[in-house]
């Protein structure tokens, strides 16, 4: 399986950025997407997610308000929109799939990266 994100890229602070992700790969269902992400010298972080059953979305708070994660189940494609950008929220996001035999919270699948840089 094969997470391929792309729509990184440089902002000033309070523009915005729209990341997607896509799953590829051998036979495969989904149960949630959504994004990590690792600011400098800073630990991975969840970012947000989102259930495909129920359509159930997750933030971390520093986000809620200014991103909206959204997606489609059919193409195994998730998006992240990101308003209000801040410098803080610079790094790398990570795309994450969970396997729809996962039971647990943990993702199996992980993108290689894509970076967003917001400049003051």
């Known amino acids: 399986v094969e997470l391929k994100e792309s729509g990184g890229g440089s902002v000033q602070a309070g523009g915005s950025l729209v990341l997607s992700c896509t799953a590829s790969?051998?036979?495969?269902?989904?149960?949630?997407m959504g994004w990590f992400r690792q600011r400098p010298g800073k630990e991975r972080e969840f970012v947000a997610s989102?259930?495909?059953?129920?359509?159930?979305?997750f933030y971390t708070n520093s986000v809620k308000g200014r991103f909206t994660i959204s997606g489609d189940n059919a193409k195994d494609t998730v998006y992240l929109q990101m308003n209000s950008l801040r410098p803080q929220d610079s790094g790398i996001y990570y795309c994450?799939?969970?396997?729809?035999?996962?039971?647990?919270?943990?993702?199996?699948?992980w993108g290689q990266g894509t970076q967003v840089t917001v400049s003051k």
């Open positions: 994450v799939a969970r396997d729809e035999h996962t039971p647990g919270p943990a993702f199996d699948y």
């Open positions: 790969g051998r036979a495969f269902s989904t149960s949630a």
């Open positions: 989102l259930n495909w059953n129920g359509g159930l979305t």
